[in-house]
Nanobody
Framework: VQLQASGGGLVQAGGSLSLSCRASGGTFEAYSMGWFRQVPGKEREFIAVTSWSGGKEDYAYSVKGRFTILRDNAKNSAYLQMNALKPEDTAVYYC????????????????WGQGTLVTVSS
């Protein structure tokens, strides 16, 4: 499975950004899809995950109510809609896939995208 994340960029605080993750080479609907982020010197942090069918999600407390994870199995894609962005949301964002159900741990994920940088200016 190959994952390609895109959509990062520079946005002002309070603004919105949408990330995309396109999968290829596997059975997309067999995987939970998650988003993580990482800043230099810190561990990779769980952000959001959606179940195989998209019927269930889980979010980190820090983004709940501001971020929404979506998936479109027909397009082999997952998305992260980010609203009300804050400077502390600045990070490299990664999408990942897992055969587990709604995993939140980095070690539970099998495949990772290359990351896309999100910078939120104050």
């Amino acid at each position: 499975v190959q994952l390609q994340a895109s959509g990062g960029g520079l946005v002002q605080a309070g603004g919105s950004l949408s990330l995309s993750c396109r999968a290829s080479g596997g059975t997309f609907e067999a995987y939970s899809m998650g988003w993580f982020r990482q800043v230099p010197g810190k561990e990779r942090e769980f952000i959001a995950v959606t179940s195989w069918s998209g019927g269930k999600e889980d979010y980190a407390y820090s983004v709940k109510g501001r971020f929404t994870i979506l998936r479109d199995n027909a397009k082999n894609s997952a998305y992260l809609q980010m609203n009300a962005l804050k400077p502390e949301d600045t990070a490299v964002y990664y999408c990942a896939s897992s055969t587990a159900y709604l995993p939140t741990q980095v070690s539970s994920y099998d495949y990772w995208g290359q990351g896309t940088l999100v910078t939120v200016s104050s």
